[in-house]
C-alpha cells in the first residue's frame, strides 16, 4: 500500500527510493508484523477467554499442565501477516491477493473449528470430511485462479526437483494435484502444531526458504541462470513470507514452553495453507515436501497409524503424531521440540539445495 501510494514520488522524496526494492520491503513487513504480534499478544491473552480443549487419550502431562491455556493465538499471527502484507506489498500484485484470499479463507475455517471446540468443550470442532471439503473447494478456486493469471508459456507446467528438462504439461491435472498440495500442507502443520512452538519455528524455515524461492523465481536473470521456471510478479511474495516469519516470531515468544497461547487451527490451518500456495505460485510444489519434510514426516505417521490399525487392530507408534510417540518414549516436551526443530532446518536446507542441484 505504501508502495502503490508513494510510487509516483519515489524520484522525488529522498530515500524512498528504497521502496523499489522488494528486499527492503520485505524487511520492513517482517519488523512491522513483529512489533504488531509483541503489541497485540500481551492485551490478546490477558483477556481471551477462550481456552484450549485437551485431548483426553493424550500425554498425560498435557492434561496437567496445557489445561485452560487461551487458544485462537493464530489470528494474530494471520491479522499481522496480511496487514504488513497490504502495507508493504503492491496491492494490485494479484498473486499476493491470491494468497491473502486463501490465507484468510483457511484462517476463518481454523477460526470456526476453534470456536466450535470451545463451545462444545472437546477437540472434535468440525466434522473431518465437512473441514475437507471446504478446504478443497477454497484450494481448487485458488489454483484455478492461479493459472488464469499465468503467462502462457508456463500454464499448466509441473516441474520436479533435480530434473531440469523433465516436465508435465497439464492444466487439469495440475490444478488437481496443487489442490492437493495446498490441503495436505494445510492438514500437515496443522498435525504438527502438538506441542509448544512445535510447528512455528519449521513454519518459519518454510516461509523463509519459499521467500527466497519467490524472489529467484520472481527474477528473470537468476531464474534463467538456475533453470527454474521464471514465473513474472513472483517476487512480491517475498514480502508475505517476511511478514508471515515476523508474525511468528512474534508468536513465539508467547508460545516458547511453557506455552502462554495456543496457536489452534485459526493459525495451523492458514500457515499451512499459504505454504501450500506460495510452492504452488512459484512451481515448486514438490520442493515444498523437502523443505517442509518435518511436516510431511508428522502427516505419514498418522496414515500409517490408522491405515495399520484398520488392517491388524494394533499401532505401529505408541501415539500419533509422532511427536507424542517420542513423548510416550520419554522425551521431555522441549526435547521433541528442539529435535525436531534440528530436523526441519536439514529439511530446509536439502530443499534449498534443489535450486542448484539439476
Not at 7 to 36: E, K
Not at 124 to 130: A, H, I, L, Y
Not at 335 to 354: D, E, K, N, P, Q
Request: hydrophobic share 50%; charged share 10%; net charge positive.
Amino acid at each position: 500500500m505504501f508502495y502503490n501510494f508513494l510510487f509516483p514520488y519515489l524520484n522525488f522524496i529522498s530515500g524512498m527510493n528504497l521502496l523499489r526494492y522488494i528486499t527492503f520491503r520485505t524487511m520492513c513487513a517482517l519488523l512491522t508484523s513483529l512489533i504488531i504480534s509483541f503489541f497485540l499478544y500481551p492485551t490478546f491473552i490477558k483477556r481471551l477467554k477462550f481456552t484450549q480443549p485437551i485431548r483426553g487419550d493424550g500425554p498425560e502431562s498435557h492434561i496437567l499442565q496445557k489445561q485452560g491455556t487461551p487458544t485462537m493465538g493464530g489470528a494474530i499471527i494471520i491479522a499481522a501477516t496480511v496487514l504488513s502484507s497490504l502495507l508493504w506489498g503492491d496491492i494490485t500484485n494479484y498473486y499476493l491477493i491470491l494468497l491473502i484470499f486463501l490465507t484468510l479463507s483457511y484462517c476463518f475455517l481454523g477460526f470456526y473449528d476453534d470456536y466450535l471446540k470451545i463451545k462444545f468443550k472437546n477437540s472434535k470442532g468440525v466434522r473431518g470430511k465437512k473441514k475437507m471439503l471446504i478446504q478443497i473447494f477454497v484450494a481448487l478456486i485458488f489454483s484455478y485462479l492461479v493459472e488464469s493469471v499465468r503467462a502462457p508459456d508456463v500454464v499448466g507446467k509441473l516441474t520436479f526437483p533435480f530434473l531440469k528438462n523433465f516436465v508435465i504439461d497439464n492444466s487439469l491435472f495440475l490444478i488437481c494435484f496443487t489442490t492437493f498440495v495446498i490441503v495436505g500442507s494445510s492438514n500437515a502443520v496443522n498435525l504438527t502444531d502438538g506441542l509448544d512452538g512445535l510447528a512455528t519455528f519449521p513454519s518459519m524455515l518454510a516461509a523463509l526458504c519459499l521467500g527466497i524461492i519467490s524472489y529467484i523465481s520472481g527474477h528473470f536473470i537468476f531464474s534463467n541462470y538456475l533453470q527454474i521456471i521464471h514465473v513474472v510478479s513472483a517476487g512480491e511474495l517475498c514480502i508475505f513470507c517476511g511478514a508471515l516469519i515476523g508474525a511468528c516470531l512474534g508468536f513465539l515468544w508467547y508460545n516458547a514452553p511453557p506455552a502462554m497461547i495456543f496457536m489452534g487451527d485459526t493459525g495451523s490451518l492458514a500457515i499451512g495453507g499459504a505454504l501450500g500456495g506460495l510452492s504452488v505460485i512459484t512451481k515448486h510444489e514438490f520442493v515444498l515436501a523437502i523443505i517442509g519434510g518435518l511436516f510431511v514426516w508428522e502427516a505419514l505417521s498418522v496414515m500409517i497409524q490408522v491405515a495399520y490399525f484398520r488392517c491388524t487392530g494394533k499401532r505401529i507408534f505408541l501415539m500419533s503424531p509422532i511427536h507424542h510417540h517420542f513423548e510416550k518414549k520419554g522425551w521431555t516436551e522441549s526435547t521433541v521440540v528442539i529435535r525436531f526443530w534440528i530436523i526441519s532446518f536439514v529439511f530446509a536446507l536439502i530443499g534449498l539445495s534443489t535450486l542448484k542441484i539439476r
